[in-house]
């Protein structure tokens, strides 16, 4: 039993047959859990179960959890490909019990399990406890009876858990594995103890206590157990290899990025970093990650730019990431079955990634090579380290990872200055920021009846005018109501708050939007129309029935929507933002390509069919796990108490929402998408209408037709003939307008030849021809050439106050002349830039009356350059 695939399924078997249950790894994106980035630990499925806010059916579970530490607190990044053991993707092996057992029994599992089902050698493994742990110091010496010669205590840094700064908290016992005296280090707690001779293989951590903002430690009611043991780690340890990536999970990923790169040396660093960052990215990707700036997706792409430019250390400048999923689904894709579901979705992403990287890596690795090559000391310049983040999306640590590899530094305070410069630029640039949001302090909660009242009686239990809590609003006053119960819909979820009237008997509120800002307390904004409001007045709160029907109908078509996306384009569309409003609805999607025509019109279709259908949309209110059990859809990253609302419509789409919806979906009677396009990468944007709005974009667009007809003196069904045939006659009238031009380019050219003047044996001209454009402008300047044999030419065109220019150096001359040089020269006299090939280079300009001086230099710029 050495295999990992053994080990993993050993571990589960063993704890199982000690009455844990067996439950699957969660995903990557922690759910319901703003404060990480990834799962990056075997309990954070099990963080509210700890904490007692969550009850589960048992009391003690077994996982192998995949995780991620690439990014926040936990990032082993930077790492990877350096040492032995670290990893962006690992496995966690794990047993937890929540208040059933505790130290007596998570030791003696975790002894038996490595001694007796995994025979490991009692000779070979090292005992840790925290200093003051008697308890579990007595279990180990005088219940297992370890070697006192092989334990030891060690301080809170390495053997003192905690959740956070406050809350759960306890001591830790770790076990590790000693690989032998031939490798250096010495055990834990000592001197040497960094060495890689004793290798953590397993940390059994006890939840014992609660520790306060004053660092109080309140013993626990329920004391827990939380263990984790790398899979990786410990498959080394059984396949008698000292590396990670030497164990049978790397070694075929290793042999196929070899086969793939062209790489001959297996141990080559870059193989390792590409085979742990295949890993990473596929089960990203998997589990709904896509590359992009910022958050998730940016560490995604910094792994995927990583591993790329890894395989362009190795010469492979094509892509080549993409294929290496397939061996990977190989090798995992029993274990994890979703990884196989998912495979030519992976694929095409990642290829998609590699070839947009492509050209930049090209670009961005000249211009640090140039960087590095006129380095007078060893460290790289803050404004190169800049200038490769922000025009070539180098991550700052892919760059590092270059220096690194030879023997430099980045200048990280100078990049900090070049960001700090940018942002002020930006500041100062943009238009928005005048205005801040007013914190305000709102306790209580709010009753929200408007799922079947738009009308209700309520009472003011609060105002706010300016920020500031006030007994009364006076008419004109802008302010804030919160009403003890509502029919207003708070904006959420992606839905826009509601409009509508407060009616009391001494005056009226036009409420303008309705948000929640606290748990629980919806509020009103907008102003007194009339009269006064005032705390304590009954009013009548009458929600504006026509917005909010019309706002239903999108949102009910978002979730049709969803699932007509799903169902086209695959289960890898997971919904990325949406807006909900009266006018239409925005939809934002992870896909990795345009939405074609036919699939647009696919969607439409299996939309529209489904409004026919005219089912009843049911809402139901379950607890969160029954509501997942059924199949109902669910956002990662959001926020679900334990009863949620589910919303079916069919069988066509069941999803958990908190929206306003229509009662049949046969009420959104017409759908209509008015646009698509990519707002970041791998995220799509979709727009569409329902109901009237739909029928007034279709019959607009129907008059478009009928005058574009009318102007082409035709009817609807011969339009595309007449457009055609329109194109193609300005087609022709193009190219003949081209041809004149070019002649009369030619026939100035002749003229202006004789205008050079002589520079040794060299001729140089350097004229103004206006009228032509750039593609004549060229055409002219090699006629020239051509005809002047060993020459310099610089041709201007100037035209709507804009200056093109030209400039040619025969080939006899470039080892001496560069025309890219001499065109940055003339251009800047005429305010712009350019360049270009040694023979031929172009620039643009913005100051006509700056060019007789561009022109008058270009004779001694050659005149010195030949001296």
């Not at 992606?494 to 005056?507: I, N």
């Not at 667009?701 to 055609?724: P, T």
């Not at 172009?842 to 005149?863: I, K």
Request: glycine share 10%; net charge negative.
């Amino acid at each position: 039993m050495t295999t990992s695939s053994d080990l993993r399924a050993s571990f589960i078997d063993y704890f199982a047959q000690q009455g844990h249950q067996p439950v699957a790894s969660s995903p990557l994106i922690p759910a319901n859990d703003a404060t990480l980035l990834f799962t990056n630990a075997g309990m954070v499925q099990f963080k509210d179960a700890f904490l007692g806010r969550e009850r589960r059916p048992y009391t003690r579970a077994v996982t192998s959890q995949r995780c991620v530490r690439a990014g926040g607190k936990h990032n082993d990044l930077e790492n990877v490909g350096y040492t032995a053991r670290h990893h962006t993707f690992f496995e966690m092996l794990g047993n937890f019990s929540f208040g059933d057992y505790f130290k007596r029994e998570a030791i003696h599992y975790a002894w038996d399990y490595l001694t007796r089902v995994l025979h490991l050698p009692p000779e070979r493994l090292w005992f840790t406890v925290y200093t003051e742990d008697d308890e579990a110091a007595s279990i180990w010496l005088d219940e297992i009876k370890v070697d006192p010669q092989r334990f030891s205590r060690c301080g809170a840094a390495d053997n003192f858990w905690s959740m956070g700064d406050t809350g759960p908290c306890g001591p830790c016992s770790e076990i590790f594995y000693d690989h032998g005296p031939a490798i250096a280090g010495g055990p834990p707690g000592s001197p040497d103890a960094d060495g890689d001779r004793y290798v953590e293989i397993w940390n059994l951590v006890f939840m014992q206590f609660n520790r306060a903002a004053d660092g109080t430690l309140t013993p626990l009611p329920r004391p827990s157990v939380d263990t984790g043991m790398g899979l990786e780690r410990l498959a080394a340890v059984m396949q008698g290899v000292h590396s990670n990536y030497d164990i049978d999970l790397f070694v075929k990923l290793i042999a196929a990025a070899a086969a793939i790169t062209g790489c001959a040396d297996q141990a080559d660093q870059s193989l390792r970093v590409i085979a742990d960052h295949i890993r990473s990215t596929a089960f990203l990707i998997t589990d709904g990650v896509t590359p992009g700036n910022e958050g998730r997706g940016y560490v995604l792409r910094r792994i995927m730019r990583r591993a790329i430019r890894h395989g362009y250390r190795l010469g492979c400048t094509a892509p080549f990431f993409y294929r290496l999923v397939a061996p990977l689904v190989a090798e995992m894709g029993d274990a994890y079955p979703e990884l196989r579901t998912a495979q030519t979705q992976v694929e095409r992403l990642v290829r998609l990634e590699e070839e947009r990287f492509a050209e930049t890596l090209t670009n961005g690795m000249g211009i640090l090579e140039t960087a590095i090559a006129g380095l007078a000391d060893r460290r790289i310049p803050g404004d190169t380290v800049f200038k490769l983040y922000d025009t070539y999306g180098f991550p700052t640590d892919l760059t590092a990872d270059i220096a690194r590899e030879r023997g430099l530094t980045l200048d990280l305070a100078g990049f900090e200055r070049a960001m700090d410069a940018q942002k002020d630029r930006a500041r100062a640039a943009s238009q928005f920021g005048a205005g801040q949001d007013v914190a305000i302090d709102i306790q209580g909660q709010t009753e929200f009846c408007g799922y079947d009242y738009l009308h209700e009686t309520a009472t003011v239990v609060a105002l706010y005018r300016d920020g500031h809590s006030c007994d009364a609003l006076d008419e004109g006053q802008d302010g804030l109501v919160i009403l003890d119960l509502t029919p207003f819909y708070g904006e959420s979820g992606g839905q826009v708050g509601d409009r509508g009237w407060l009616t009391g008997e001494s005056g009226r509120f036009e409420v303008g939007d309705t948000q929640k800002k606290a748990e629980g307390v919806i509020y009103h904004l907008g102003r007194v129309v009339i009269g006064q409001l005032r705390v304590g007045d009954s009013v009548a709160a009458q929600v504006d029935d026509t917005r909010r029907h019309a706002t239903a109908l999108n949102h009910s078509a978002t979730h049709l929507l969803h699932a007509a996306l799903r169902q086209t384009l695959g289960d890898h569309v997971q919904q990325k933002g949406s807006l909900v409003g009266p006018e239409r609805l925005r939809f934002d999607f992870s896909h990795f390509e345009p939405v074609t025509r036919a699939q647009l019109l696919e969607i439409e279709r299996l939309v529209n069919r489904e409004i026919r259908k005219n089912h009843v949309v049911e809402t139901r209110i379950m607890d969160l796990e029954d509501a997942k059990a059924t199949g109902a859809a669910a956002l990662f990253g959001e926020k679900y108490g334990d009863q949620v609302r589910v919303l079916r419509m069919g069988d066509f789409s069941t999803e958990l929402c908190g929206g306003t919806h229509v009662k049949a979906v046969g009420d959104i009677g017409l759908f209509k998408i008015v646009g698509e396009g990519g707002i970041a990468s791998g995220v799509r944007r979709i727009e569409a209408m329902t109901g009237a709005g739909a029928l007034d974009w279709v019959e607009a667009d129907e008059d478009r037709v009928l005058r574009l007809a009318g102007l082409l003196k035709g009817g609807r069904e011969d339009l595309d003939d007449r457009v055609a045939t329109l194109i193609e006659r300005g087609r022709s009238l193009e190219k003949e307008l081209d041809q004149i031009k070019s002649r009369l380019a030619s026939s100035a050219g002749k003229d202006l030849a004789s205008q050079a003047v002589a520079v040794g044996a060299v001729k140089v001209l350097a004229a103004r021809i206006d009228g032509v454009d750039p593609k004549a402008l060229r055409e002219t300047l090699d006629q020239i050439k051509d005809q002047l044999g060993s020459a310099v030419v610089v041709l201007a065109s100037t035209a709507d106050g804009k200056v093109s220019l030209a400039a040619g150096v025969t080939k006899d001359l470039t080892d001496r002349l560069k025309a890219g040089d001499l065109i940055r020269e003339v251009a800047a006299k005429v305010g712009g830039k350019g360049g270009g090939r040694p023979d031929m280079a172009q620039a643009g300009g913005t100051d006509p009356a700056g060019l007789p001086a561009a022109l008058g230099l270009v004779e001694e710029w050659v005149r010195q350059r030949l001296a």
